[in-house]
């Protein structure tokens, strides 16, 4: 089973940047799709974006293309969502997770890890 722990978030200000990473744990990481979701204060968790096992597909959401990458090193057992060109409206808990089925929909995601805050001030 793989487990998840995500890093790097904090407070930044509108249009600055962010790194977020995620480290799993176990050997079959590289089995895995990989993604990234995010729940506003009083909203419902959202996807954000997804890469292939392989990283050669990537996926977004409308409202982050353009600005945010997400990438993986199997080699490191790692996923990246590098953010730019921040807006408060990408305030949010970023939560990592691991799926063997890509989709937008949070109930085909299997593992989860524990969130990690990002903070954009105006």
């Known amino acids: 089973q793989v487990q998840l722990v995500e890093s790097g978030g904090g407070l930044v200000q509108a249009g600055g940047s962010l790194r977020l990473s995620c480290t799993a744990s176990?050997?079959?990481?590289?089995?895995?799709?990989m993604g990234w979701f995010r729940q506003a204060p009083g909203k419902e968790r959202e996807f954000v974006a997804a890469i292939s096992w392989s990283g050669g597909n990537t996926y977004y959401a409308d409202s982050v293309k353009g600005r945010f990458t997400i990438s993986r090193d199997n080699a490191k057992n790692a996923v990246y969502l590098q953010m730019n060109s921040l807006s408060p409206e990408d305030t949010a808990v970023y939560y990592c997770?691991?799926?063997?089925?890509?989709?937008?929909?949070?109930?085909?995601?299997?593992?989860w890890g524990q969130g990690t805050q990002v903070t954009v001030s105006s």
């Open positions: 176990g050997r079959t990481f590289s089995n895995y799709a």
């Open positions: 997770a691991a799926t063997s089925t890509i989709s937008y929909s949070e109930m085909y995601w299997r593992i």
